[in-house]
C-alpha cells in the first residue's frame, strides 16, 4: 500500500458541515455591506512582491519572514497575497477609482497566505472578509468601519466580543515620538535580542507588537505614542470616540495598540472574541492615509478592516460541526421505480428543497438509517402501492407520525 498523502501543514479542508456556515457567514457580509454601499472587488492570488515590501513594510513579520514568495518563468518575483488591504489599493491606482465619486467602498472575501506557525484558527492558507474604504480622510468614516465590522459579528452571533480602539497619530507625532522612543531603547539595547534591535532601527513601533517576552518587558516602560498626539490627531481619535459613544459600541481605549502592519495611520481598532481563548483576536484594522502614494497612486486616504473566517467559525462553536440537515428523503424502497421517480426527486430540488434518495440499493431498514444519519426532517416513502394510489407515505421523523400526500402535490405541500 501507498504511504498516504496530506494536506500540507498548516492547511485544511473544509467539509460540507463547516462550509454550511461558511456560507452564513459570506450571506451575512454580503448583506451587511450592502446596506453600507459597499462593491465586491476580486484581486489575484498572486501580486508583483514589491507590492507587499513598499505597502505592507519591510519591519513587519509578514515581508520578513511570513510571505510565500517565488519567481516565475519570467524571471518576475512574486508573492502569494498574505493580506487583502495592498491588493485593493493597486487596484484602486490600477483602475482609476480616484476618478469616481470618494470614498469608494469595496469588499472582499479571499484566502491569504502567511508562513507562520499553525495554531487554533490560525493556518497558513485562511479566508478573510475584509472592507477598504478608499478617498476620505474624514474620522466619521472611521467609525463608519468600526461599526461595520461590530454589526457583522452581531448579525452572525459570534458571543463574547470585546474592542480595542488606538491610534497612531498622524506623521508629526509619530516623528516626535519615534525620536524619544529610539532614544529610549538605545539606553535598553543590551536587553533587546538581535532581531528586536534590527527592528527597531526600521520602525521602533514594531517593538510594541512583539511576541518575545524579554522584548515585551522592556517595552511596558516605554514612552507611548498617544503622549505625543498633535492637537489634530488627537481631535481626530476623539471625534472616532464620540461617533462611536453616540451609537452605542462599547470599546476600550489601548494606547500600545499598533497592529502588524507599517501602514497604519491614526485609528486602529482590533476585536476580540472571549470564545477564543488565549489567541483571542478575531478582527481588526484601522486607517492608512499614506498606502495609496507608497505604492504609486495619488493621495488618497483610506480606512478598512479584515477578520478571520476560521477565526468566526471557531468562536460559533458547535455550530460548525452540525450536519446542515435535509428537509426531506425519498425513500423508494422497490429497485424498478428508482429510474420512473428520478423525475419526482429532481421536482422536489427545484421546488427548493434538500432532498436526497439511495444511490446505493439499500434496503428499506437501511434507508431509514441513510435518512436519520443524514438529518432528515422527513422521509417520503414511495413503493408500488404508492405508485398505484397516487399517495406518497411522508414520516416525520422527529415524532415517527406519518400522513399520506397526493404525489403530485408532493414538491408544494412539502415546500
Same mark, same amino acid.
Given at each position: 500500500?501507498?504511504?498516504?498523502?496530506?494536506?500540507?501543514?498548516?492547511?485544511?479542508?473544509?467539509?460540507?458541515?463547516?462550509?454550511?456556515?461558511?456560507?452564513?457567514?459570506?450571506?451575512?457580509?454580503?448583506?451587511?455591506?450592502?446596506?453600507?454601499?459597499?462593491?465586491?472587488?476580486?484581486?489575484?492570488?498572486?501580486?508583483?512582491?514589491?507590492?507587499?515590501?513598499?505597502?505592507?513594510?519591510?519591519?513587519?513579520?509578514?515581508?520578513?519572514?511570513?510571505?510565500?514568495?517565488?519567481?516565475?518563468?519570467?524571471?518576475?518575483?512574486?508573492?502569494?497575497?498574505?493580506?487583502?488591504?495592498?491588493?485593493?489599493?493597486?487596484?484602486?491606482?490600477?483602475?482609476?477609482?480616484?476618478?469616481?465619486?470618494?470614498?469608494?467602498?469595496?469588499?472582499?472575501?479571499?484566502?491569504?497566505?502567511?508562513?507562520?506557525?499553525?495554531?487554533?484558527?490560525?493556518?497558513?492558507?485562511?479566508?478573510?472578509?475584509?472592507?477598504?474604504?478608499?478617498?476620505?480622510?474624514?474620522?466619521?468614516?472611521?467609525?463608519?468601519?468600526?461599526?461595520?465590522?461590530?454589526?457583522?459579528?452581531?448579525?452572525?452571533?459570534?458571543?463574547?466580543? #470585546? =474592542?480595542?480602539?488606538?491610534?497612531?497619530?498622524?506623521? /508629526?507625532?509619530?516623528? *516626535?515620538?519615534?525620536?524619544? &522612543?529610539? $532614544? @529610549? %531603547?538605545?539606553?535598553?539595547?543590551?536587553?533587546?535580542?538581535?532581531?528586536?534591535?534590527?527592528?527597531?532601527?526600521?520602525?521602533?513601533? #514594531? =517593538?510594541?507588537?512583539?511576541?518575545?517576552?524579554?522584548? /515585551?518587558?522592556?517595552? *511596558?516602560?516605554?514612552?507611548? &505614542?498617544? $503622549? @505625543? %498626539?498633535?492637537?489634530?490627531?488627537?481631535?481626530?481619535?476623539?471625534?472616532?470616540?464620540?461617533?462611536?459613544?453616540?451609537?452605542?459600541?462599547?470599546?476600550?481605549?489601548?494606547?500600545?495598540?499598533?497592529?502588524?502592519?507599517?501602514?497604519?495611520?491614526?485609528?486602529?481598532?482590533?476585536?476580540?472574541?472571549?470564545?477564543?481563548?488565549?489567541?483571542?483576536?478575531?478582527?481588526?484594522?484601522?486607517?492608512?492615509?499614506?498606502?495609496?502614494?507608497?505604492?504609486?497612486?495619488?493621495?488618497?486616504?483610506?480606512?478598512?478592516?479584515?477578520?478571520?473566517?476560521?477565526?468566526?467559525?471557531?468562536?460559533?462553536?458547535?455550530?460548525?460541526?452540525?450536519?446542515?440537515?435535509?428537509?426531506?428523503?425519498?425513500?423508494?424502497?422497490?429497485?424498478?421505480?428508482?429510474?420512473?421517480?428520478?423525475?419526482?426527486?429532481?421536482?422536489?430540488?427545484?421546488?427548493?428543497?434538500?432532498?436526497?434518495?439511495?444511490?446505493?440499493?439499500?434496503?428499506?431498514?437501511?434507508?431509514?438509517?441513510?435518512?436519520?444519519?443524514?438529518?432528515?426532517?422527513?422521509?417520503?416513502?414511495?413503493?408500488?402501492?404508492?405508485?398505484?394510489?397516487?399517495?406518497?407515505?411522508?414520516?416525520?421523523?422527529?415524532?415517527?407520525?406519518?400522513?399520506?400526500?397526493?404525489?403530485?402535490?408532493?414538491?408544494?405541500?412539502?415546500?
Amino acid at each position: 500500500m501507498s504511504a498516504r498523502v496530506h494536506a500540507p501543514r498548516g492547511t485544511r479542508d473544509v467539509l460540507p458541515a463547516e462550509s454550511a456556515v461558511r456560507a452564513l457567514i459570506e450571506a451575512a457580509a454580503r448583506e451587511t455591506f450592502a446596506r453600507h454601499a459597499y462593491g465586491r472587488v476580486t484581486t489575484p492570488t498572486f501580486e508583483d512582491l514589491q507590492l507587499f515590501v513598499r505597502g505592507v513594510g519591510t519591519s513587519t513579520d509578514i515581508v520578513r519572514k511570513e510571505m510565500y514568495v517565488f519567481e516565475d518563468q519570467g524571471g518576475r518575483r512574486l508573492a502569494l497575497r498574505p493580506e487583502g488591504t495592498a491588493g485593493v489599493a493597486r487596484a484602486y491606482v490600477e483602475h482609476g477609482m480616484h476618478k469616481l465619486p470618494q470614498p469608494v467602498k469595496l469588499w472582499y472575501l479571499a484566502p491569504m497566505f502567511r508562513q507562520e506557525a499553525p495554531q487554533s484558527g490560525r493556518y497558513r492558507e485562511h479566508w478573510q472578509v475584509g472592507a477598504e474604504a478608499i478617498g476620505s480622510e474624514d474620522p466619521l468614516l472611521d467609525a463608519e468601519v468600526v461599526s461595520l465590522l461590530a454589526g457583522l459579528y452581531e448579525a452572525l452571533g459570534v458571543p463574547g466580543v #470585546r =474592542l480595542r480602539l488606538g491610534t497612531l497619530g498622524d506623521s /508629526a507625532t509619530r516623528a *516626535a515620538h519615534r525620536g524619544e &522612543l529610539g $532614544a @529610549f %531603547l538605545a539606553r535598553h539595547a543590551d536587553d533587546l535580542p538581535d532581531d528586536a534591535r534590527a527592528r527597531a532601527a526600521e520602525n521602533p513601533l #514594531r =517593538l510594541f507588537d512583539h511576541k518575545d517576552p524579554a522584548v /515585551a518587558a522592556v517595552m *511596558a516602560e516605554a514612552p507611548r &505614542l498617544v $503622549a @505625543f %498626539l498633535t492637537p489634530e490627531a488627537a481631535a481626530h481619535i476623539g471625534t472616532v470616540e464620540a461617533v462611536l459613544d453616540a451609537m452605542g459600541i462599547e470599546y476600550a481605549r489601548d494606547d500600545s495598540l499598533v497592529r502588524g502592519l507599517d501602514y497604519y495611520t491614526h485609528t486602529v481598532f482590533e476585536f476580540t472574541c472571549d470564545a477564543l481563548g488565549a489567541q483571542s483576536g478575531i478582527g481588526g484594522g484601522g486607517r492608512y492615509d499614506g498606502l495609496v502614494e507608497q505604492i504609486g497612486g495619488p493621495p488618497a486616504p483610506g480606512v478598512g478592516f479584515g477578520t478571520g473566517v476560521e477565526r468566526i467559525t471557531l468562536a460559533l462553536g458547535s455550530v460548525a460541526s452540525e450536519p446542515a440537515g435535509l428537509d426531506c428523503y425519498v425513500a423508494i424502497p422497490d429497485a424498478d421505480l428508482r429510474i420512473t421517480l428520478a423525475p419526482l426527486v429532481a421536482t422536489l430540488r427545484a421546488a427548493g428543497l434538500r432532498c436526497e434518495t439511495d444511490l446505493r440499493g439499500r434496503s428499506m431498514k437501511a434507508m431509514m438509517r441513510h435518512a436519520n444519519g443524514l438529518g432528515a426532517r422527513r422521509v417520503v416513502i414511495i413503493g408500488p402501492r404508492e405508485i398505484d394510489e397516487g399517495v406518497a407515505t411522508v414520516r416525520d421523523m422527529s415524532d415517527g407520525s406519518e400522513r399520506r400526500i397526493g404525489i403530485a402535490e408532493l414538491a408544494e405541500a412539502l415546500a
